[in-house]
Antibody, heavy 120, light 108 residues
Framework: EVQLLDSGGDLVQPGGSLRLSCAAS????????MSWVRQAPGNGLEWVST????????YYADSVKGRFSISRDISKNTLFLQMDSLRAEDTAVYYC?????????????WGQGTLVTVSS | EIVLTQSPATLSLSPGERATLSCRAS??????LAWYQQKPGQAPRLLIY???SRAAGIPARFSGSGSGTDFTLTISNLEPEDFAVYYC??????????FGQGTRLEIK
């Protein structure tokens, strides 16, 4: 059974940094694209970033480009999202999501989400 | 960026009725469209991918159709657990991956 466990969300001040983690199990982690999707309170879904199954390709939404960095540790089956220069508009629940293939970002499994609040 | 527009914003129906949700793309996405269901306090769940293929474990009352710019999610014979928010998503020309704004299906 595929399981994704998101963690790392917290209250952080504007301009601060945070690193989210997503522990994966139940599938061959290195073979699938992994992504982060966020949802601001009361709002819809917004794609944030994707790491291709090969691990060599990374993609970012314009709203986070240059501030966020996606990576993974295959030995620990864990996906990360390093978030720097955080803004109030980054406040959201962040979900990690598994793609259906190495480069197919339809998300067939999701973590439970972790809340990031950016406020002074 | 491909913009997805969902309609209606809210759909009020009774259990046992048929729901028809629409998603329109600002340019062709071929068949690279998915539908998700999200209940309050839960993560989204993949229902349909590639416009018409049901994801694993999804009941047959959920069906998807369309190609190009116009897509439909149909839920026949609504069950109480089907009342939720539904999102469409495209992966045709990405980045960026984009979602529609959602349709809320509520009990009448």
């Amino acid at each position: 059974e595929v399981q994704l466990l998101d963690s790392g969300g917290d209250l952080v001040q504007p301009g601060g940094s945070l690193r989210l983690s997503c522990a994966a199990s139940g599938f061959t982690f290195s073979s699938y694209a992994m992504s982060w999707v966020r949802q601001a309170p009361g709002n819809g879904l917004e794609w944030v970033s994707t790491l291709g199954g090969s691990g060599g390709s990374t993609y970012y939404a314009d709203s986070v480009k240059g501030r966020f960095s996606i990576s993974r540790d295959i030995s620990k089956n864990t996906l990360f999202l390093q978030m720097d220069s955080l803004r109030a508009e980054d406040t959201a629940v962040y979900y990690c999501a598994k793609g259906r293939g190495a480069n197919e970002p339809f998300f067939d499994s999701w973590g439970q989400g972790t809340l990031v609040t950016v406020s002074s | 960026e491909i913009v997805l527009t969902q309609s209606p914003a809210t759909l009020s129906l009774s259990p046992g009725e048929r729901a028809t949700l629409s998603c329109r793309a600002s340019q062709s996405v071929s068949s690279y469209l998915a539908w998700y269901q999200q209940k309050p306090g839960q993560a989204p769940r993949l229902l349909i991918y590639d416009a018409s293929s049901r994801a694993a474990g999804i009941p047959a009352r959920f069906s998807g159709s369309g190609s190009g710019t116009d897509f439909t999610l149909t839920i026949s014979n609504l069950e109480p657990e089907d009342f939720a928010v539904y999102y469409c998503q495209q992966r045709s020309r990405w980045p960026p991956i984009t979602f529609g704004q959602g349709t809320r299906l509520e009990i009448k």
